[in-house]
């Protein structure tokens, strides 16, 4: 049984910023496997198996980000506590696992965990966030007036809340989730209708769904070297249009009363602690 399992999916990626990723998981005590699904066109990076607790598998056909992990999901979620979803531009010290899964085996509740997530400058990415509505996701990426727009991110991204406290926050980054693996087999992983965008937002809204609590965990930190890709290419943009059209389509547009309450409860719990 191991204590946790590691997918990790590749496309063409940097072969430095790829082994600091690997390195940060392995560099530990704990029991771990990690699966790098490489969905590069050739097997290039297949020599990036550095040791046993590492498994290789050449994915070319290129699902999508969420159905790749699901490999990984589905191969070790029968023999692992936990899964860990890592992006190849995360790093981070050795003990931030060992600490979020003390935190886990202390709250049996938790389905679902995100620690602080900063840039390389220790600058903080406002990843725990609100579900967003269609004005939030869409205006917010597209609106010219800087105030205006981050009046919109303060409650959003919760910027409010000031990231030094644990939240339970409806929507997580998918850069760095820590999953219960039979969390993750009760709700079947990422909805495979989502090439990429949105998967996150999706995951989250559904272990929440099956009754577990999806905690943003600032006392750990991981770094995400990260550029933002989305409207880098027309390839990209199309992709977040269209991920954005099924995610609306499936939990709804402007009649989402779930929506409401949930962020409503979350800005409550957050102004009353």
């Known amino acids: 049984m191991y204590d946790i399992v590691c997918s990790l999916v590749i496309y063409k990626n940097d072969r430095k910023q790829l082994l600091d990723a690997i390195n940060s998981f392995l560099n530990t005590d704990l029991k771990v496997k990690l699966i790098l699904i490489d969905n590069s066109p050739s097997d290039e990076l297949k ?8 498994e290789y598998i050449h994915n070319p056909q290129n699902p999508g980000y969420g159905t790749s992990h ?18 190849p531009d995360i790093y981070y010290s050795s003990g931030v696992l060992e600490d979020i899964i003390a935190y886990m085996d202390n709250n ?5 965990l995100m620690p602080k997530i900063l840039y390389p400058n220790d600058s903080i990415q406002y990843l725990a966030k609100l579900i967003p509505s269609p004005f939030d996701f869409f205006v917010r990426r597209f609106l010219p007036f800087k105030i205006f727009k981050n009046r919109i991110l303060d409650r959003f991204e919760l910027r ?27 709700i079947k992983g990422f909805d495979e209708n ?13 272990c929440q769904g099956a009754g577990f609590k999806t905690i943003f965990y600032p ?39 779930l ?8 800005i409550r719990k957050i102004n009353n602690r």
């Not at 023999?79 to 890592?86: A, D, M």
């Not at 997580?172 to 219960?180: A, I, K, Q």
């Open 47 to 54: 020599d990036i198996k550095i040791e046993a607790r590492v």
């Open 70 to 87: 699901n490999i990984g999901i589905r191969k070790f979620s029968e023999v692992s506590k936990y899964h860990l979803i890592l992006n």
């Open 108 to 112: 049996e509740d938790v389905g679902l």
């Open 160 to 186: 409010f809340s000031g990231y030094d406290k644990i939240m339970e926050v409806p929507y997580l980054s998918g850069c760095f989730m820590v999953f219960r693996s039979n969390v993750l087999k009760k």
């Open 194 to 206: 989502i090439f990429m965008h949105m998967e996150d937002l999706d995951i989250t809204r559904r």
């Open 219 to 257: 006392n750990q930190v991981v770094y995400h070297d990260h550029i933002y890709k989305s409207f880098m290419t027309v390839a990209n943009l199309k992709m977040y249009f269209v991920s954005a059209f099924y995610y609306f389509n499936k939990w709804g547009w402007i009649f989402d009363d």
């Open 259 to 266: 929506r409401r309450d949930i962020n409503n409860e979350t």
